[in-house]
């Protein structure tokens, strides 16, 4: 599992900011190593591997990009269930989002998130953005052991 | 002290009635022993009386006998035959005598013997003369002599003689010791008169002395009864509400001053009369006499007695009523306390408060509303905003070749339009902030807070040459981040606007108003027209347009919000081409507290 490719989880319900995302990812060949969940339920579905990511290949993101509006289950929940869990909860969490609501920043490093991005309007930043994200935790930040390292 | 005080004269009176009790039973014994005392000095003197009538009456009886016997010897000595004539009468004395005798000794039985012996002697003695007469005149003179010479009138006489001289010893001897006994008793009598008298005396003097320090008493107790009724009153007569004493009856004993002013009554139209004849029978209410009757009568106190009138020039009223009963002393019936409260304004205000309770809950749900919009917008808006200039530019990578310039121009102002609307809900979003944020008062150096902008901004003036007069700011109370804003926003737009300007000159002056502190900020910039003075401090209202000076419209209508929020004002002078003053003021002293919370949300 440790041979297995490197993944980054994106959690976003808008296709076009999946779209400009991944693009902006792909500059540093990061893109195929994209995951996507579409909102909190299915991140979660995707690090518990069960439902529609039952067959997903083992081991956990390196990254998790994760969108605080979202149908279903939003972001903050999402954050909240991994930080609680002892087995994901070592998994760093990049909030990326268009909110710089101060409440929003406060409730998330409450909960334990590792960064807080919020995404510019002007694309070029964007795609700096998004691009020095994923040069940090792809290829930069060493990850935590894996679980069965831990024991 | 009103409950001591007749404590201890009760306990002296019940020490002055034994002693008075004393008194009189000595004085009465003294007194009866007087009288006894005399009375047995009068019977002594009736005594000696007695005793002088006795041997009276018993020298009589012996004279008698003598005359007789001197009678007839004389006859038949001497033949003096008048002689004779005295013998009857003297016979008749001694025997009238030995009557009264017997009436006079009927009480003393030695005498009564003595005297029954002696009656006997007196006949036996004139029974013998009568003889020797007799003797005379029948057998002769001779014979009658020789019968007298018998010695046997002699011998009578002496015994006669010898019981009266007994009977008189007696009465004698039984006046002295009267006499000694009546002495004494009048000696003693005197005595107790004497002491008698002076007790009287004593006595007369203690009354006098009692009833001279009662009086006093009484006149002090009087002056404290007086004293306590005129603090009693001086306290009933300050106190705000109405109050009444009623009596038994519920007639009216006393009002009081605020009573009278409530009511706009008159103490002749309202004491003694009945209280349900009170104010045209506004008082007459059944619920009211019942309690104050339980009051009265149970002791049974009663508490806010809600009660709705029309106050005449005042409208409908609403007040509280409490009675308790009231004691007084001297005055075992009582009397009730009847207390009057006007709750109408209290009332009125609680539900002014409840009305603004509500119009705190709507505004906080409001905020909350506001809230949730901002929220929206910053997210929702921004996203499409950021794939419209995200796409516009990929576009631009992937046909930015087949594309002639007018193309490209069009993408470019596709990706600009949208950057500049990001940027407007960036600063729409920072002013709801503005005014919603909470405010964090505290002491501000504003001296120390505008030098360090100044240093800030410097960094952005490019090289330009900037000339700053800056007073000395006052420390205010405020919330430092807001009053920081205040002063990038306005010496940034100094700048912004004196920027054609060599040198730019920007002052910063503060000035002492009545009440607040006045700073302003002076340029010698581009200016404006007074004529759009208003729309100044508006959202996103801007008086220049964008390609002379950047900028959203939004920095001014921040400054009003921020410097409304800490009580103050602001306003702005200038002239197109020569310069623009904004001037903003701070209240001097404290902050009001109602700036502390959101204010309602505005358009302006």
């Known amino acids: ?151 | 002290m009103d409950e001591t005080v007749p404590k201890l004269s009760r306990g002296k009176e019940t020490t002055s009635w034994v002693i008075g009790v004393a008194l009189v039973v000595l004085i009465c014994l003294g007194a009866g022993y007087a009288f006894w005392s005399t009375r047995r000095t009068l019977e002594t003197l009736r005594s000696v009386d007695h005793t002088r009538q006795v041997r009276l009456e018993l020298e009589r009886v012996l004279i008698a006998v003598v005359n007789v016997e001197t009678g007839v010897r004389g006859f038949l000595m001497a033949g003096q035959r008048e002689l004779l004539d005295e013998i009857g009468p003297n016979e008749q004395t001694a025997r009238g005598s030995l009557e009264s005798l017997q009436r006079l000794l009927r009480d003393n039985p030695e005498q009564r013997e003595r005297l029954q012996r002696l009656a006997p002697l007196v006949e036996e003695k004139n029974a013998l003369m009568r003889e020797m007469l007799r003797v005379h005149r029948e057998q002769g003179p001779e014979a009658g002599i020789a019968l007298f010479r018998t010695l046997k009138g002699e011998r009578l006489i002496h015994e006669i003689r010898t019981l009266i001289g007994q009977m008189e010893e007696t009465e004698d001897r039984l006046l002295e010791v009267r006499s000694q006994a009546a002495q004494s008793a009048s000696n003693t009598t005197l005595a107790v008169v004497a002491v008698g008298s002076a007790v009287v005396m004593l006595l007369m003097g203690l009354a006098v002395w009692t009833v001279r320090r009662e009086l006093a008493a009484r006149q002090h107790a009087a002056l404290v009864q007086a004293d306590a009724r005129a603090y009693a009153e001086s306290i009933v007569d300050t106190v705000r509400e109405p109050l009444l004493v009623l009596n038994q009856e519920l007639r009216v004993e006393r009002a009081n001053r605020s009573f009278y002013e409530y009511f706009r009554a008159t103490p002749a139209e309202t004491e003694q009369r009945l209280l349900s004849e009170l104010g045209d029978g506004r008082w007459n209410l059944p619920r009211l006499t019942n309690l104050l009757q339980e009051a009265l009568t149970l002791d049974k106190p009663f508490d806010d007695l809600e009660w709705e009138h029309e106050l005449p020039g005042a409208g409908r009223r609403t007040m509280l009523l409490s009675g308790c009963k009231l004691y007084r002393p001297g005055n075992h019936a009582g009397a009730v306390l009847l207390a009057l409260e006007d709750i109408t304004e209290r009332q009125r205000a609680a539900r002014s408060s409840r009305e603004v309770q509500a119009a705190n809950q709507q505004l906080r749900a409001l905020n909350a509303e506001l809230e949730a919009f901002s929220y929206s917008v910053s997210h929702d808006l921004r996203a499409p905003l950021r794939h419209i200039d995200g796409f516009a530019d990929m576009l631009a990578n992937h046909a930015g070749e087949k594309l002639d310039d007018q193309g490209r121009r069009y993408l470019q102002t596709i990706a600009d339009s949208a950057r500049r609307m990001g940027t407007l809900i960036d600063d729409l979003l920072l002013f709801s902030r503005m005014g919603r944020a909470e405010m964090h008062r505290t002491k501000v150096d504003l001296d120390a807070l505008t030098q360090d902008v100044i240093r800030e901004l410097a960094g952005e003036t490019g090289g330009r040459k900037v000339v700053w007069k800056r007073q000395e700011l006052p420390v205010v109370e405020g919330d430092p981040a807001l009053l920081r804003q205040v002063f990038v926003n306005l010496l940034g737009n100094a700048l912004k606007y004196s920027r054609p300007r060599d040198p730019a000159v920007i002052e910063i002056h503060c000035t002492d108003a009545p009440g607040e502190k006045i700073i302003c900020v002076r340029d010698n910039g581009v200016g404006f027209d007074m004529a759009y003075a208003h729309k100044l401090f508006g959202v996103f209202q801007r008086l220049h347009r964008s390609d002379e000076f950047e900028g959203t419209g939004i920095g001014l209508a921040n400054v009003r919000r921020m410097i409304t929020r800490h009580g103050g004002r602001t306003w702005a002078e200038a002239e197109l081409d020569k310069g623009a003053t904004i001037y903003f003021s701070l209240p001097a002293g404290t902050l009001p507290s109602a700036s502390t919370h959101p204010p309602t949300p505005e358009n302006s």
Not at chain 1, 40 to 64: C, K, Q, S, T
Not at chain 1, 103 to 109: A, E, H, M, N, R
Not at chain 1, 110 to 127: Q, T
């Open chain 1, 1 to 151: 599992m440790t041979a297995s490719v490197k993944k980054i989880l994106l959690v976003e319900d808008s296709e076009h900011d999946i779209e400009l995302t991944i693009a902006a990812l792909d500059g540093h060949h990061l893109a195929n190593q994209v995951d996507v969940a579409r909102d909190g339920a299915e991140a979660l579905d995707y690090l518990y591997r069960r439902g529609a990511f039952a067959g997903r290949p083992n081991g956990f993101p390196i990254v998790v990009l994760l969108d605080l509006k979202m149908p279903r289950m939003d972001g903050l929940e999402v954050l909240r269930q991994m930080k609680s869990d002892p087995e994901l909860k070592s998994i760093p969490v990049v909030m990326l989002t268009s909110s710089r609501e101060e409440q929003d920043l406060v409730k998330s490093y409450d909960l334990g998130v590792n960064a807080y991005v919020v995404k510019p309007v002007n694309f070029k930043e964007f795609v700096d953005s998004v691009k020095q994200l994923g040069c940090f935790w792809a290829l930069i930040n060493e990850p935590p052991p894996p679980p069965a390292a831990q024991t």
